[in-house]
């Protein structure tokens, strides 16, 4: 029975950090504590030839400088998550040469963060300045500029992936639909930057890491792998951490502190400004990407080809991430049944890329979306109706796709029908009729999605040839303490998703108590949490493994707690049932006890247990999602699991003489199987569809044909704030997934996958009388402003 999972219980841990309570990264201090700077490179290439510390080293108030050759010397290579086909010597600090400006080539640790900052302008360095290489394809031709000449190349991955009849299926095809799509770089932005402290133990040669790291299983070997000492020897924890997104990842920073750390003998904590986290951390990579749609006339999409090019910048920590992940939503929600995907990682002089809310997505998103628009403008058929036409239907479910996802439950069709229904699509479509006769631009733009949940490293193995890390799984510990009370922890820090309290909620309903008397752990210990080398906060996963693996401990919890009881009150587990802090006989009123007497049992009044039980009430479990297999011969795969659902219709109206787009109603219908509290669920609904909303029409980190970052403030690179941002009103479906504990599915990259794709669709269907064509993001007031200008005149 479920009293509480499903219901909006207010947020826990709400009352402490909008208070003042919470404990964040740079809340966190250690005796002796210093304070890092890094020295970063103005260059966007070039040879390091010399650096000459003495002078920052002789300042007063710092305690230690590191340099590239320092790194070399003391740490092995970082490993990459995906190997790349060359090994490449990469570590925490530039050694020969650097590859993007704001590349890290020395740090400092100091007293304070101004001193180390006064010492960094000590720092010489002598560089040889090296041809920058911005554009991806560009970078791919034989003669570009190599970032790693040992690689021979600037492409990291290139295959084509071909799965069913695809030279068939276009020959059969009425016609063919072929545009080129490109997607600016962007980030989420999190309000904590990055960052780290560093302690070392000389006597057990061993480190103590505060960070924000997003993953901190995988971080853990990396960390171990560099420094050279065994895992046993690290503790990673993790505080509250002020939103992630995907971005808070880079073992390069923890290891600087690290090195820092150990020749200072005092811990050392480094956290980025803003314009180090634009300029240096990471971006959600660009790309080129030319599509093809072979399709009958009646609108039956029968084919899809497609050409990648990921721009990953100087990305070592996760590349090919951003092509291989395109494998799960490739179709969208449409039957398309042959596809044939060829995809460039290809290295650029750039900061590099990495995950970002969606990680892919969006853009595979945006170019499918885009391209269903353009062809319903070719075959003059209503947009909502040509999705209608191609949707993977209820009754085949669970489908899978061509390249091996299995869209396990959801109704896409009605899920449009409800957005369009609450939308009032007809009556809006009458009155920009009647607006564009009187001369307004008004705009309708719908987009829709599948949201893939949890990842399947086993997918790897496309690109290594090999199987290393697979699957998708977590852990979880619940404990009931002496007093009754309920403590319970998971390997995923949580970074604002309110895992403490559906935690809490999931823990109460398996044990019969109130989420009141559950605590959850905030952030991540290695020395005390459950985790393993997949643990972390990444990759939507949280309803995919992490229900599963609080419901195994709290169930094998409850299973002892029933037979103590059954022990204590002398009756049979059938008979027993826990509810309201208490287990008590079936149909015996008054006859049962409290958890607290039945706490006392398991760990003060030992031989009261049941003759063999084990003291204690504390369990541990590990769940691994059924759905990933490894890669098939034929070369499919799930790489990721289960599938949300969701259609975004826009209005947006624009100014002729500005070329300003203000969007005037957006309404968002979504599916994400079983609510586990509707109201954080909305929130992270409302929060995701402004990450898209900015996406699609102010941010955009610009570089110079000389690899400078022209956009490195808040100044230049423009975030949506509440007068940008339109009431979002959102509803739902809800087809409980067959494939996960509580039938939830991922919900938190949601509005940033289709939401660039409706804005662009409703901006070109403003335009649509000028001919203009959407095929890039963001759509500026700038941009719009050029088009009108360039425009002939409508007719």
């Given at each position: 029975?479920?009293?509480w ?7 826990k ?37 010399a ?7 002789r ?62 302008e ?45 030279a ?43 960070t ?26 993790s ?19 690290a090195?820092?750390?150990?020749r ?21 990579c ?11 006339k ?20 996760s ?24 995809a ?57 796709t061509p390249p ?8 896409y069709p ?24 009187a ?72 044990l ?8 959850v ?18 990759s939507?996963?949280?309803s ?10 709290a ?54 247990l ?31 699991l ?36 509707p ?12 990450h ?44 409980p ?18 939401g660039?794709a ?15 064509v959407v ?5 500026t ?15």
């Amino acid at each position: 029975m479920t009293r509480w999972v499903g219901t909006s219980v207010p947020r826990k841990e709400d009352a402490r950090l909008t208070t003042g309570r919470g404990l964040f990264l740079d809340d966190v201090g250690r005796p002796g504590l210093l304070h890092a700077a890094m020295l970063r490179s103005p260059h966007a290439h070039a040879r390091i030839v010399a650096i000459d510390t003495t002078e920052a080293a002789r300042l007063p108030g710092v305690h230690a400088v590191i340099t590239g050759a320092d790194a070399a010397a003391s740490t092995a290579p970082i490993r990459p998550l995906i190997p790349t086909p060359v090994p490449l010597h990469d570590w925490c600090l530039a050694v020969d040469r650097v590859r993007y400006a704001g590349e890290p080539v020395a740090a400092v640790a100091a007293v304070d963060r101004a001193t180390a900052e006064d010492a960094l302008e000590r720092i010489h360095v002598e560089y040889e300045p090296l041809p920058a290489v911005v554009d991806p394809e560009t970078a791919i031709r034989p003669d570009a500029p190599l970032l790693y000449p040992d690689l021979g190349t600037n492409v990291l991955w290139h295959d084509v992936l071909s799965y069913g009849d695809v030279a068939g299926a276009f020959a059969r095809a009425d016609g063919v639909l072929a545009e080129r799509f490109e997607i600016q770089r962007y980030a989420s932005t999190p309000l904590e930057t990055f960052g780290a402290i560093a302690e070392y133990d000389a006597g057990l040669d061993g480190y103590t890491f505060w960070t924000n790291d997003q993953r901190p299983g995988l971080t853990l070997g990396i960390l171990a792998e560099s420094l050279r000492v065994p895992q046993a020897r690290l503790r990673l924890i993790s505080p509250d951490v002020g939103g992630a997104f995907g971005n808070k990842r880079r073992p390069a920073y923890l290891l600087a502190s690290a090195l820092l750390a150990r020749r200072a003998r005092r811990p050392v904590k480094y956290l980025e400004d803003r314009i180090e986290n634009l300029t240096a951390l990471m971006h959600a990579c660009n790309g080129v990407m030319d599509l093809e749609l072979a399709y009958r006339k009646d609108g039956t999409v029968l084919a899809l080809r497609v050409r990648d090019i990921a721009d990953e910048g100087k990305n070592l920590v996760s590349p090919t991430q951003h092509n291989l992940i395109k494998l799960g939503n490739l179709v969208n929600g449409y039957r398309i049944g042959a596809v044939s995907y060829e995809a460039y990682s290809v290295l650029t002089t750039k900061c590099p890329s990495g995950a970002n809310r969606g990680i892919g997505k969006p853009f595979m998103c945006f170019a499918v979306e885009r391209a269903m628009a353009l062809l319903a403008r070719r075959l003059d058929v209503d947009p909502a109706e040509l999705r209608l036409r191609n949707y993977v239907g209820p009754g085949d479910m669970p489908y899978t796709t061509p390249p091996g996802a299995q869209y396990d439950s959801g109704d896409y069709p009605a899920t449009l029908r409800r957005a369009l229904e609450r939308f009032d699509y007809t009556t809006w479509r009458e009155e920009q009729a009647r607006g564009r006769r009187a001369g307004r631009l008004l705009g309708i733009g719908i987009a829709t999605s599948v949201e893939p949940a949890g990842t399947n490293l086993a997918s790897y193995e496309l690109i290594t040839g090999r199987r290393a890390a697979s699957g998708s799984a977590e852990a979880a510990m619940v404990r009931m303490e002496p007093d009754g009370q309920v403590r319970a922890s998971i390997g995923d820090p949580a970074s604002g998703q309110g895992y403490e309290t559906v935690i809490a909620q999931i823990v109460a309903d398996e044990l019969g108590l109130a989420p009141a008397h559950v605590h959850v752990e905030r952030g991540f210990d290695s020395a005390t949490t459950p985790w393993l080398y997949l643990s972390g906060n990444y990759s939507n996963k949280f309803s995919v493994t992490d229900v599963g693996a609080v419901i195994g401990a709290a169930r094998k919890v409850r299973d002892k707690l029933l037979r103590i009881a059954a022990h204590r009150l002398e009756a049979a587990v059938p008979d027993l049932e826990l509810a309201d802090g208490e287990a008590r006989v079936l149909g015996l009123p008054g006859r049962g006890l409290s958890f607290r007497e039945l706490a006392r049992t398991a760990y003060a009044d030992v031989l009261g247990l049941p003759p063999g039980e084990e003291p204690g009430l504390e369990a541990r479990h590990a769940h691994q999602n059924p759905l990933a297999q490894p890669v098939g011969p034929d070369r499919r795969v799930r790489s990721q699991l289960v599938f949300s659902n969701a259609a975004h219709c826009c209005l947006v109206e624009i100014d002729r003489r500005t070329g300003q787009v203000k969007i005037l109603k957006h309404v968002v219908v979504h599916d994400c199987g079983r609510e586990l509290n509707p109201a954080i669920v909305e929130g992270m609904v409302h929060g995701s569809t402004v990450h898209g909303l900015g996406a699609a029409l102010l941010e955009e980190f610009r570089y110079d044909e000389g690899g400078q970052l022209l956009t490195a403030t808040f100044m230049d690179y423009l975030k949506p704030t509440a007068l940008d941002v339109p009431d979002i009103e959102v509803d739902h479906l809800e087809h409980p997934s067959p494939f996960t504990p509580l039938g939830a599915k991922g919900v938190g990259e949601g509005g940033a996958i289709p939401g660039p794709a409706a804005v662009a669709n409703a901006v070109e269907d403003a335009l649509a009388p000028f001919g203009v064509v959407v095929r890039s993001l963001p759509v500026t007031s700038e941009r719009v402003w050029r088009w009108l200008r360039d425009a002939p005149p409508a007719p």
